[in-house]
């Protein structure tokens, strides 16, 4: 079992910066594939990006390359989304996901562990 809590989400200005932290509990987080999705208002959730277990492969979705970045810190048991360039259309609840499995999972459907959101509004 695994629990997920996110933070660092808010208010932030087109162009702007934020990092998003997501803190696992239990052990052996370094085995889960870790993913990052978003829900905007009257849209359904979808895929940002996410990182493997082991050896930490990173995937991103077409809309936020070379504006985000997904890593993680085993040691803390922690995974962070740092977003940068922050458009209007980036507004949304971020959710932290987990799986117990390997490489490139990017279906909100293979994970199994969820966090609660955290909503990030970006003005323009």
């Known amino acids: 079992q695994v629990q997920l809590v996110e933070s660092g989400g808010g208010l932030v200005q087109a162009g702007g910066s934020l990092r998003l932290s997501c803190a696992a509990s239990?052990?052996?987080?370094?085995?889960?594939?870790m993913g990052w999705f978003r829900q905007a208002p009257g849209k359904e959730r979808e895929f940002v990006a996410s990182?493997?277990?082991?050896?930490?492969?990173?995937y991103y979705a077409d809309s936020v390359k070379g504006r985000f970045t997904i890593s993680r810190d085993n040691a803390q048991n922690t995974v962070y989304l740092q977003m940068n360039s922050l458009k209007p259309e980036d507004t949304a609840v971020y959710y932290c996901?987990?799986?117990?499995?390997?490489?490139?999972?990017?279906?909100?459907?293979?994970?199994?562990?969820w966090g609660q959101g955290t909503q990030v509004t970006v003005s323009s």
């Open positions: 990182i493997s277990s082991t050896l930490g492969n990173t």
């Open positions: 239990g052990r052996a987080f370094s085995t889960y594939t």
């Open positions: 996901a987990a799986v117990l499995v390997g490489g490139r999972v990017i279906y909100e459907y293979d994970y199994d562990y």
